[in-house]
């Protein structure tokens, strides 16, 4: 529930990795992963622990979900004339 | 390129924002009444109001911030041991949040500034390495945060800690967060937004009862703000069908089992006790004590904490009149508070709901009520 | 209305809404009235009449730890604030610098030369004269490491303050944010961030000369966001202008790194020191010529326009986050990493 960021394992040394986290490097304890973890895997820190290995394919996976709730309530039509009209409003904003 | 990953990652393209809250307004317009629905985590409401998240929800939906900080709900006695330790020469360890959180009568700052060994850390391993450097010391972790971090310091508690270092445990347990909010008679929630990264430690199978109990649907929602406008949106969809199920909207991060070593390290190292947690009334298996087994590492049974000398009698005593319970339910304002205002102020605290810069009484005392933006201009 | 607390905490030092309040509360009794702009007005400096031009005056303490950091040290930081300060009243060309110094008994002597080899170069980078000093030691214990005050002196021919905001005014940050607080902070509690974590600390006189050359009159309030960030700074303007201020977070210049380590420890680069920029407010008409002046300069390739002054809700600062808007909250107190 707290702070949790991802970032990718560029080394691993025991119990301990050297994650990057987007230009910013951290040490992270394994001991509580759920999966081992490897080199060049996205993994979520919380209070300098790896808490969760991000599989690779659940980015996509995830856009995927982010979609399919907006079909049910037919919103997904939206989504194109959204970003048109998002497009016109915010070229209203600027003065 | 690192800044395309990172917004990828990040789930914050505006457009899909957009739509997602078009969604939400419709599931409202089609339930035909106004409803509220209510998530269990500080993390959720620092997003939400990071991004502004209530400007674009319908105004039909009540997204009401529960008792899910756990900085906030960690009470005033229970600071006060930390703070006694300080006083009694001990090192506290303790993360930034819990620094400026008063007791009954001082926060572990003021303990600081009175020359007491007091520092902040990161994490919890960084306490172990400051037991390393300072042997002559005794030094004690102040455990706090839910269950997520509760498994850093159980995974600590079992690798092998030095001997002059300890742990006072003042965590908390999430689900038990819930229940409290569902066990009100009087409450008005329909929908509950489950903490995430919690969630990523104990499964999303854990709400399954919960939500066959209660009649409420429960979705599990990550932080950025595309995972909480989906799950709102599922969520109101749900509560539109009058389908109490549980749905996981952080798929990338949480399972039905959750992170089962991470669990078993928990469990290992800690238990559910029933606990008071600040300005709501006893939290049935509310907070995480040490495990009998753990008397050695536990701070509690290794000290006699005296919290006479740094208690304040009168302050607890008034602050019996804090109805932060209330307020975290939608059920009260802070203006219908006794103490709001007089006694209780950003600087010095008594309930939860000012603790937190995210918390109902702090952001009515900042800006005189609740800022309603959704049309100011530029 | 809280009660003025008893005891000064270090929440009074760290350029929010609790120091503010102790300089009303108690330092500004100090204030007489002078021909110009003097206590009262609480600036980045004082102003006084001297025939047809303007004798700036300012005078800052420097206590940071660590005194070496990425990017700088004290020394450095300590030429610059004061330098900075003078700016930001619109007085670029500094006349004097002073150096007065308090140092704690077994002070390495290198790490001192090394502070007055930055001292040296960063009053050359500014062409500020370094005239005269004090120097003074205390006991083991007594002081922490090295404290430095500096006092600058300037003419002006005309003062900018931070009061001139009016609705409408763009405001321009001459460059990316949050570089000095995050680079000290990833040090200082030993967060182990390894990255580009590099202060940003160095005189922009030169910078705001080309501002003002290109804006003239239409450039109406300067300060520079040190403690207490750009949030502290547009609060000021805010209040003082009677303005309301709407920022557009979308175009506030922040580097990868910087951002990535203010989300690992729950921190806004907004609320975060910076040591080497200014926030310039310029009318409308002229913002985009200041702007482009500004880019100009070796150090203001990263300026932005990133907010606007409204008439609405004076003394309120809000947020438009590209998702929705939300008010961004007055700096309190020193600035700790958040885990929950």
């Known amino acids: 529930m707290c702070l949790g960021v991802p970032g990718k394992v560029l080394a691993i040394d025991g119990l301990n990795a050297t994650v990057d986290f987007f230009g910013v490097k951290k040490e992270l304890r394994l001991d509580i992963v759920d999966e081992p973890v490897k080199v060049g895997d996205y993994v979520l820190n919380h209070v300098g622990f790896a808490i969760r290995r991000i599989p690779p394919e659940e980015v996509k996976e995830t856009l995927a979900l982010f979609d399919q709730i907006l079909e049910i309530t037919g919103a997904k039509e939206d989504l194109m004339a959204a970003d048109v009209r998002g497009e016109i409003a915010a070229g209203k904003d600027k003065p | ?378 | 209305m809280e009660k003025p607390a008893r005891r000064i905490g270090l929440k009074h030092g760290s350029g929010g809404r609790a120091m503010r309040q102790l300089i009303e509360d108690t330092f500004l009794q100090l204030a007489t009235p002078v021909d110009g702009i003097g206590l009262a007005a609480l600036d980045d400096g004082a102003a006084l009449r001297v025939g047809d031009r303007w004798l700036v005056v300012t005078t800052d303490s420097h206590v940071v730890q660590p005194i070496f950091f990425p990017g700088g040290d004290i020394g450095r930081l300590s030429i610059s604030g004061t330098v900075n300060d003078l700016a930001m009243m619109g007085a670029t060309e500094p006349v004097a610098l002073t150096c007065a110094v308090i140092l704690e008994d077994g002070f390495p002597r290198d790490d001192l030369e090394q502070i007055v080899r930055s001292m040296a170069d960063t009053a050359r980078e500014a062409g500020a004269p370094i005239v005269t000093g004090d120097t003074k030691v205390m006991g083991k214990g007594e002081v922490d490491g090295i404290v430095l005050n500096t006092t600058g002196v300037a003419f002006a021919d005309r003062v900018v303050t931070d009061a001139g905001l009016r609705a409408g005014d763009r405001l321009i940050v001459t460059g990316t944010v949050g570089d000095h607080g995050m680079a000290i902070m990833s040090r200082r509690h030993d967060l182990r961030l390894e990255g580009d974590l590099r202060s940003d600390v160095a005189p922009v006189n030169g910078l705001v000369r080309e501002a003002l050359r290109a804006g003239g009159e239409d450039v109406v309030a300067m300060k520079d966001p040190t403690r207490g960030g750009v949030a502290g700074v547009l609060h000021e303007m805010a209040a003082k202008g009677k303005v309301g201020i709407v920022i557009d977070e979308g175009a506030v210049p922040v580097r990868d790194e910087v951002r990535a380590a203010a989300e690992m420890v729950g921190i806004d680069p907004l609320l975060v020191a910076n040591e080497g920029k200014a926030v310039i407010a310029v009318r409308a008409a002229s913002a985009e010529k200041v702007l482009a002046a500004l880019r100009a300069h070796p150090l203001g390739g990263a300026a932005a326009i990133f907010a606007t002054a409204i008439a609405d809700r004076p003394g309120t600062v809000i947020l438009d986050t590209g998702f929705g808007k939300r008010m961004l909250a007055e700096p309190e107190g020193e600035l700790l990493p958040r885990i929950c």
């Open chain 2, 1 to 378: 390129m690192a800044r395309d990953l990172f917004a990828e990652l990040k789930f914050r393209d505006p457009a899909r924002a957009r739509a997602l809250a078009e969604a939400i307004r419709r599931n409202v317009a089609a339930i035909g009444r106004p409803v509220s629905v209510m998530h269990v985590c500080g993390s959720h409401e620092q997003a939400i109001a990071r991004f502004g998240l209530r400007a674009v929800l319908p105004e039909g939906l009540q997204l009401i911030m529960g008792p899910g900080c756990p900085v906030c709900v960690t009470d005033g006695p229970e600071v006060d041991e930390a703070v006694a330790l300080a006083a009694q020469g001990v090192r506290v360890c303790t993360y930034g949040d819990m620094l400026r959180l008063p007791g009954t009568a001082r926060s572990l700052a003021d303990a600081k500034a009175d020359g007491g060994k007091v520092e902040v850390v990161y994490s919890v391993s960084q306490a172990v390495e400051l037991a390393e450097k300072h042997p002559g010391d005794e030094v004690v972790f102040l455990g706090s945060g839910f269950e997520t971090t509760a498994v850093a310091t159980a995974a600590i508690a079992l690798a092998p800690a030095p001997r002059n270092f300890s742990i006072l445990s003042v965590h908390k347990y999430v689900p038990a967060a819930m229940e409290v909010v569902a066990s009100i008679e009087t409450t008005n929630i329909e929908g509950y937004i489950a903490a995430g990264h919690a969630a990523i430690i104990t499964g999303f199978g854990i709400f399954e009862p919960f939500a066959a109990r209660t009649g409420c649907p429960v979705v599990v929602a990550g932080f950025e703000p595309l995972d909480i406008l989906a799950a709102i949106a599922k969520l109101t969809e749900l509560m539109r069908d009058e389908r109490p199920e549980v749905f996981n909207a952080y798929p990338r991060c949480v399972s039905r089992e959750g992170n089962l070593p991470a669990q078993q390290t928990l469990w290992k190292v800690f238990r559910p006790v029933t606990g008071k947690w600040r300005g709501i009334a006893e939290v049935k298996d509310g907070n995480l004590d040490l495990r009998p087994e753990w008397a050695a590492i536990d701070a509690r049974r290794r000290f006699a904490i005296d919290t006479a000398a740094v208690r304040d009698a009168d302050a607890e005593e008034e602050a019996k009149g804090c109805i932060c319970g209330s307020i975290m339910l939608g059920l009260a304002v802070p203006t219908d508070c006794p103490l709001y205002q007089r006694t209780c102020v950003p600087d010095s605290p008594v309930g939860a709901c000012m603790v937190s810069s995210e918390g109902q009484c702090r952001i009515w005392h900042t800006y005189g009520g609740t800022p309603d933006l959704r049309r100011v201009g530029t």
